[in-house]
């Protein structure tokens, strides 16, 4: 089973600045997920091309189910409100995260984190600093019918706020208490290295790898944790022409 977390940035190419569909969907393709979470994703977003990027990362993949989890109605950066908990994507453009599975899913969760009332510098589309306020953060959970390898993926995105993320993650742990297990993390948790295993203590890190930013990376912000030990054939953080992070992938034994 290969699983794989990707921060998609909405499609954007680093290198020139352009969102392809086309090539957002060769990326995902080339990657060849059974199970991947994705964030910064973008529904009929004007600077998109109106793609829905949860179906295309889906059909790419070949993906048996999956979802769209909105965080966000508007646009990032911009005008925006949040989401609610029974918010279904229609005619206004969202953004939030999403998971695709080749594996059927049993059921879905949707796991409010919370949002941060700080607003940070960081860096926006023009590539220069910008006051940003953080939005709304969500775990999105997936229980997998047996026979699957896992019993339960999860998607997520944290705050960028030093500290407050550390309590969305603490927060996201105790709600996936009680579903089948093991249980996967995979997402950009904006932790860096090390550290989200050492805040969940018996949970497992699945990769160590540098994924951000995607050309020379220094940090590891993107995670696949497992509450329970889980056999890795391989892990590796995969540059791709899109995004400003590497994607992870796990390879786990038979």
């Not at 995105?157 to 996967?184: D, K, S, W």
Request: charged residues 20%; contains cysteine.
């Amino acid at each position: 089973m290969r699983l794989a977390t990707f921060n998609l940035l909405h499609g954007r190419s680093p290198h020139d600045g352009a969102v392809c569909p086309v090539r957002l969907r060769d990326a995902v393709k080339a990657l060849d997920a059974d199970v991947m979470a994705i964030q910064e994703v973008d529904h009929t977003q004007p600077r998109s091309a109106l793609v829905d990027q949860t179906a295309l990362v889906a059909e790419a993949v070949g993906a048996r189910d999956s979802r769209f989890l909105p965080a966000l109605v508007g646009t990032p950066g911009g005008s925006w409100r949040e989401a609610g908990p029974d918010e279904v994507p229609g005619e206004e453009p969202t953004y939030g995260i999403g998971l695709v599975s080749r594996h059927p899913v049993a059921a879905w969760r949707r796991i409010p984190l919370g949002t941060s009332w700080l607003t940070l510098p960081l860096l926006v589309d023009a590539r220069r600093p910008a006051l940003v306020r953080d939005e709304p953060r969500l775990g999105l959970a997936a229980v997998l019918a047996p026979p699957a390898p896992v019993g339960t993926v999860v998607a997520t995105h944290l705050a960028f706020t030093p500290g407050y993320n550390v309590v969305q993650l603490r927060r996201l742990a105790r709600a996936l208490q009680g579903l089948p297990g093991p249980i996967v993390i995979l997402g950009d948790l904006n932790v860096p290295g090390p550290l989200p295993g050492a805040v969940l203590g018996s949970w497992h890190p699945l990769a160590r790898a540098l994924t951000f930013p995607t050309e020379e990376p220094r940090i590891q912000f993107d995670h696949v944790l497992a509450s329970n030990p889980l056999p890795v054939a391989d892990a590796r953080a995969v540059a791709t022409p899109v995004s400003d992070h590497r994607a992870l992938v796990v390879d786990l034994a038979r």
